[in-house]
Nanobody, 124 residues
Framework: QVQLVESGGGFVQAGGSLRLSCAASGRTFSTYAMGWFRQAPGKEREFVAGVSRSGGVTSHADSVKGRFTISRDNAKNTVYLQMNSLKPEDTAVYYC?????????????????WGQGTQVTVSS
C-alpha cells in the first residue's frame, strides 16, 4: 500500500506557473506508474499526465501538452507536475495517483491509490 500527499497548489494569474509535488510513502515507489488527474466543479475527473515506473515514458493530455511536464524522482519517492502558461480553464483540484506495476494509463479506474488533492486556481 502507498500513501500519496500532494502539495504546491495555490492561486496564480493567467500565464503564471506552479509546480505540484506528490510525495509517496513506502519503499516500493518505483513499482508504481504515476499519474496526475484534475477535477473541476461539476465535471468528471480527467487525465492530465502520466509517467512510467522508471520515468522513461511520459504522456500528457492534449489540453496541457507543451505547457505541463510530468517527472519523477524515485530516490525521493516524489512525482512532479510543472505547470507553465496557466489558463483559467486549468482551475481544478489536482490529484496524484499510483498504479501498481502498471504502465502509463489515462483511465481513472486503472489507478489503485489516490491522494487527497490540491487546489489550483488560475485567475484571468
Amino acid at each position: 500500500q502507498v500513501q500519496l500527499v500532494e502539495s504546491g497548489g495555490g492561486f496564480v494569474q493567467a500565464g503564471g506557473s506552479l509546480r505540484l509535488s506528490c510525495a509517496a510513502s513506502g519503499r516500493t515507489f518505483s513499482t508504481y506508474a504515476m499519474g496526475w488527474f484534475r477535477q473541476a466543479p461539476g465535471k468528471e475527473r480527467e487525465f492530465v499526465a502520466g509517467v512510467s515506473r522508471s520515468g522513461g515514458v511520459t504522456s500528457h493530455a492534449d489540453s496541457v501538452k507543451g505547457r505541463f511536464t510530468i517527472s519523477r524522482d524515485n530516490a525521493k519517492n516524489t512525482v512532479y507536475l510543472q505547470m507553465n502558461s496557466l489558463k483559467p480553464e486549468d482551475t481544478a483540484v489536482y490529484y496524484c495517483a499510483a498504479d501498481h506495476w502498471g504502465g502509463v494509463e489515462r483511465i481513472v479506474a486503472k489507478y489503485d491509490y489516490w491522494g487527497q488533492g490540491t487546489q489550483v486556481t488560475v485567475s484571468s
